[in-house]
């Protein structure tokens, strides 16, 4: 009996000390202060790395890596930067946004930045597109991301392109996973600074592959200045609060969607029934031959795209 007690007494001693010892690890890391991130920013000797394969192994050492960054979560949030962006005085080409987590939205997910006053909607101009120098995105995910296997398994698909995903939060410019209590969304290519890119819970690696296309620099198929020539729009059917969801982008946008023609496969194509009031299609190809089913992952004009980049 004594021998059990003593047994037992060990047992819990040692679970206590594990237990400490964890909770000092975690203390540690959150006591990281904002100008330590600075200092970590101007710092040039830090790894990059580039992300991990689809292999679960790989992405569990990886994972690792990305997390030891030295930050805490507040800190990266008061460096994050909106854009601001103004109203529209004339209605030509103008689109009307929206309000989503605080931030003014066009098309569902694409992000301008702080809107000019309060108001749940808004008229706005074309946003303006820049691109990634030589395709490289640094990339930092936010700690409190859930599920990140999903971020890096959509980081994954852009490999064997000419865009080039990189952990690591000491560039200039980087694209920054956030969660979000709202849509998934994402600014339209490259605004500069530590750069949302807003990942909600129920977003799946689809939608991040649909997100991060926008921050590469991608429109919507159904937004492409040419879309008239390749999609009859079927208004009836459109819930009317959306129909600003359809509206067409000038051709300045184009620089990386136009790089093929019309792709009905695209992982930027929202599903023929998107936004409709009556369960009945709101687009329809002009040619019969040819059918509305986007992608899951990227389609073949797709990668053809991502490989045409910086390939002058
Ligand atoms: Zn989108």
């Known amino acids: 009996m004594k021998l059990k007690l003593l ?3 060990t047992i819990l001693v040692s ?17 990281i202060t904002e100008a330590q991130i600075l200092a970590a920013n101007k710092t040039n000797s830090s790894k990059t790395q580039k992300i991990p394969t689809h292999h679960s192994d790989d992405i569990k050492s990886d994972q690792t890596t990305v997390f030891n960054v030295p930050a805490s979560k507040i800190a990266i949030q008061k ?32 992000v301008l930045g702080t809107p000019p006053n309060d108001a749940a909607t808004g008229k706005t101009s074309q946003p303006n597109l820049t691109l990634w120098p030589s395709g490289v995105i640094p990339f930092y995910i936010q700690s409190n991301v859930s599920n990140p296997e999903r971020i890096f398994k959509a980081l994954s698909y852009f490999e064997k392109t000419k865009i080039h995903f990189l952990a690591g939060l000491n560039q200039t410019d ?9 849509n998934c969304k994402s600014y339209l290519g490259k605004v500069g600074g530590a750069q949302p890119i807003w990942i909600s819970p129920n977003c799946g690696v689809r939608e991040i592959i649909h ?3 926008h921050a590469i620099g991608f429109i919507h198929e159904q937004n492409r200045s040419d879309r008239n020539q390749f999609l009859d729009m079927l208004w009836v ?47 329809r190809p002009k040619d019969p031959t040819q059918f509305i089913r986007p992608s899951s992952a990227l389609s073949s004009k797709d990668l053809e795209r991502l490989n045409l980049i910086n390939s002058d």
């Open 174 to 182: 980087f694209l920054v996973f956030q969660e979000s209590s709202g």
């Open 7 to 9: 047994l037992a007494f």
């Open 211 to 213: 997100e991060l296309m």
């Open 15 to 31: 679970v206590f000390f594990i237990f400490q010892k964890n909770r000092n690890l975690n203390e540690k890391s959150e006591t």
């Open 79 to 110: 460096k994050i930067k909106l854009t601001p962006f103004s109203r529209l005085e004339s209605e030509i080409g103008e689109l009307t946004y929206t309000i989503d987590e605080d931030v003014a939205v066009i098309q569902g997910d694409i």
């Open 237 to 283: 059917n459109i819930d009317s609060r959306h129909k600003i969801n359809f509206d067409i982008f000038s051709s300045s946008l184009m620089q990386l969607s136009g790089l093929s023609s019309f792709d009905f496969e695209s992982v930027m194509l929202y599903p023929d029934t998107m936004f409709s009031i009556n369960n009945q299609p709101t687009m």
